[in-house]
């Protein structure tokens, strides 16, 4: 089960590998949508969009977004494999694909917005990216029902507390949006620079507190990014964990290798970066 290393890799490989992986999924059909949000989302990202400018938020980035797409493509070739989970159409994937694709899109500025950046947004990020997502798929003439599937999964992405809860019609589109959540979360924290990116969270989160003074804020944001990095431990076992576990139904152990009790390479990855934090931390404690 393979992690991309290095930012390169990522922009350069993304594509063509989530495009093998659905393949192996759904051999006979063409995401021709999935690949034409794959697309805009590209262009979008890079300031190639009438409406948008290109992506400035610190943290935030394309890379985020193409690394939860392709874990969120690992889910859907694995799933295909077992039988211990609902069924997903392959119409529902695609609409997956599109969710995740979209997710943090709504960190873009508008155009000619050059106040800050994108980060401001990140206590509306998601409200916008349904807007974005929305917006596109009616001019793709694809109908309500698909938009407001694709918006309930976009919202297990949100974290705060103070979200609505997602709404799905059908096992397959719960299956989904726990696939699209749990990519989301899995991709972030196991990728090989989380760590020394932190310091860029941490400055999305005061920008955006800063921005939205009046806004609650989505979950408690530490005074610096030392503090952000030593409370990440406590933050995976007592936040992320269940909602891997519980909310998102325990579709992680789809990755496992092998299928069900085995190593799981993205939670491995995360360990070691835990491991890592709390080396850091009896470090300090004896100097």
């Known amino acids: 089960m393979r992690i991309f290393e290095t930012k390169r890799e990522v922009l350069d490989e993304t594509g063509p590998a989530m495009l093998t992986l659905w393949r192996g999924a759904y051999p006979n059909w063409q995401p021709s949508l999935g690949i034409k949000a794959l697309e805009t989302v590209l262009k979008a990202f890079e300031g190639d969009h009438p409406d948008y400018e290109a992506n400035d938020a610190p943290y935030h980035d394309l890379e985020h977004t193409l690394r939860a797409s392709f874990c969120y493509m690992q889910l859907v070739e694995r799933i295909s494999q077992h039988r211990d989970f609902a069924s997903l159409t392959r119409d529902m994937a695609q609409l997956g694909w599109i969710a995740i694709l979209f997710h943090d899109i709504g960190y873009l500025k508008d155009r000619e917005d050059h106040v800050g950046s994108g980060a401001r947004h990140?206590?509306?990020?998601?409200?916008?990216?349904?807007?974005?997502?929305?917006?596109?798929?009616?001019?793709?003439?694809?109908?309500?029902?698909?938009?407001?599937?694709?918006?309930?999964?976009?919202?297990?992405?949100?974290?705060?507390?103070?979200?609505?809860?997602?709404?799905?019609?059908?096992?397959?589109?719960?299956?989904?949006?726990?696939?699209?959540?749990?990519?989301?979360?899995?991709?972030?924290?196991?990728?090989?620079?989380?760590?020394?990116?932190?310091?860029?969270?941490?400055?999305?989160?005061?920008?955006?507190?800063?921005?939205?003074?009046?806004?609650?804020?989505?979950?408690?944001?530490?005074?610096?990014?030392?503090?952000?990095?030593?409370?990440?431990?406590?933050?995976?076992?007592?936040?992320?964990?269940?909602?891997?576990?519980?909310?998102?139904?325990?579709?992680?152990?789809?990755?496992?290798?092998?299928?069900?009790?085995?190593?799981?390479?993205?939670?491995?990855?995360?360990?070691?970066?835990?491991?890592?934090?709390?080396?850091?931390?009896?470090?300090?404690?004896?100097?």
């Open 122 to 287: 990140s206590f509306v990020h998601v409200e916008r990216s349904q807007k974005f997502a929305a917006e596109w798929m009616s001019d793709q003439n694809m109908d309500p029902s698909s938009i407001q599937r694709v918006q309930s999964m976009i919202l297990c992405t949100e974290f705060s507390p103070h979200r609505a809860e997602p709404s799905f019609d059908s096992e397959a589109h719960q299956l989904a949006g726990n696939l699209v959540g749990t990519a989301d979360w899995l991709a972030q924290m196991a990728a090989p620079d989380y760590l020394d990116k932190l310091h860029l969270l941490h400055q999305e989160m005061l920008e955006a507190k800063q921005a939205s003074p009046d806004m609650p804020t989505p979950i408690f944001i530490p005074e610096t990014a030392s503090e952000l990095i030593q409370s990440t431990p406590k933050f995976f076992e007592q936040l992320v964990k269940p909602k891997l576990e519980h909310e998102f139904d325990g579709v992680f152990r789809l990755l496992n290798d092998p299928y069900p009790n085995g190593p799981n390479p993205y939670l491995d990855r995360i360990q070691e970066h835990l491991n890592e934090i709390q080396r850091a931390k009896q470090t300090l404690s004896k100097a």
